[in-house]
C-alpha cells in the first residue's frame, strides 16, 4: 500500500526558530513530491520536486528530496507567527496524488 | 482571475438526501480531483478525473459519484449521504503534464450529516 507519512504531526516554536519537517514516503511509480501550506481553508501551493539533492527555495523556506532514502524535508528559519499552518506532503505516483496527514506548525510571539 | 470554484462553501443536510457539490475550474485544466479532509487522515482522494468523460476512482470512493461532462466542471454527487461523511471536501484541478503538477484548490466545502 502506498504511504506518505510526515513528522512530527505537531509542534510549536517560537518566532525566530528555525524548524525542519519531514516526509517519508513508501511507494510505487513514484513520479514527483509536493509540498503545501494549509492555512484556514484551501492548501496552497509551495514546491514540487522531483530530482534527488536539489534544494528549491523560496524565501526562508526550502525543501530537498533524497530519492534513494525515500524522504523529503521542508525547512523553514527564522519563523513568523504568519508561518502557523498545517504543512502537507504529497506525492504523486501516476495519475494520483497521495497526501501525508500533515504537520501543525504553531509560531509563538 | 485563474481559480477553482466550488459550492457550496457550508452544507448541513440529513441522512439520505441526495446532494450535489459543484466544482468548476477556468484554467482549461486536463485533470480535476476531489478529496476529503478529516483530522488525522489528512486529505484523500475521491475520485479523480484526467480528461472529458474520464474518471477514475480515489482511494476512497464509496458513497460517491462523479461525472465529467464538460472540462470546466466536475461535479461531486452524494446519492445517499450517510453520517461518516462529514467532511472538508476539496475540489482541484491541474495541467498534469509531466513538470506542471502544480494542483490548484478550490475553497473548501463543509459538509455535516445528521
Known amino acids: 500500500e502506498d504511504k506518505v507519512v510526515q513528522s512530527p504531526l505537531s509542534l510549536v516554536v517560537h518566532e525566530g526558530d528555525t524548524v525542519t519537517l519531514n516526509c517519508s514516503y513508501e511507494v510505487t511509480n513514484f513520479r514527483s513530491l509536493l509540498w503545501y501550506k494549509q492555512e484556514k481553508k484551501a492548501p496552497t501551493f509551495l514546491f514540487m520536486l522531483?530530482?534527488?539533492?536539489i534544494e528549491k527555495k523560496s524565501g526562508r523556506l526550502s525543501s530537498i528530496l533524497d530519492k534513494k532514502e525515500l524522504f523529503s524535508i521542508l525547512n523553514i528559519t527564522a519563523t513568523q507567527t504568519g508561518d502557523s499552518a498545517v504543512y502537507l506532503c504529497a506525492v504523486r505516483l501516476g495519475n494520483k496524488l497521495v497526501f501525508g496527514a500533515g504537520t501543525i506548525l504553531r509560531v509563538k510571539s | 482571475e485563474a481559480q477553482v470554484t466550488q459550492n457550496p462553501r457550508y452544507l448541513i443536510t440529513v441522512t439520505g438526501k441526495k446532494l450535489t457539490v459543484t466544482c468548476s475550474q477556468n484554467?482549461?485544466?486536463?485533470?480535476m480531483s476531489w478529496y476529503r479532509q478529516d483530522p488525522g487522515l489528512g486529505l484523500r482522494q475521491i475520485y479523480y478525473s484526467m480528461n472529458v468523460e474520464v474518471t477514475d476512482k480515489g482511494d476512497v470512493p464509496e458513497g460517491y459519484k462523479v461525472s465529467r461532462k464538460e472540462k470546466r466542471n466536475f461535479p461531486l454527487i452524494l446519492e445517499s449521504p450517510s453520517p461518516n461523511q462529514t467532511s472538508l471536501y476539496f475540489c482541484?484541478?491541474?495541467?498534469?503534464?509531466?513538470?506542471?503538477?502544480?494542483?490548484?484548490f478550490g475553497s473548501g466545502t463543509q459538509l455535516s450529516v445528521l
Open positions: 522531483t530530482s534527488s539533492g
Open positions: 484554467m482549461n485544466h486536463e485533470y
Open positions: 482541484a484541478s491541474s495541467p498534469h503534464r509531466d513538470g506542471d503538477e502544480k494542483l490548484f
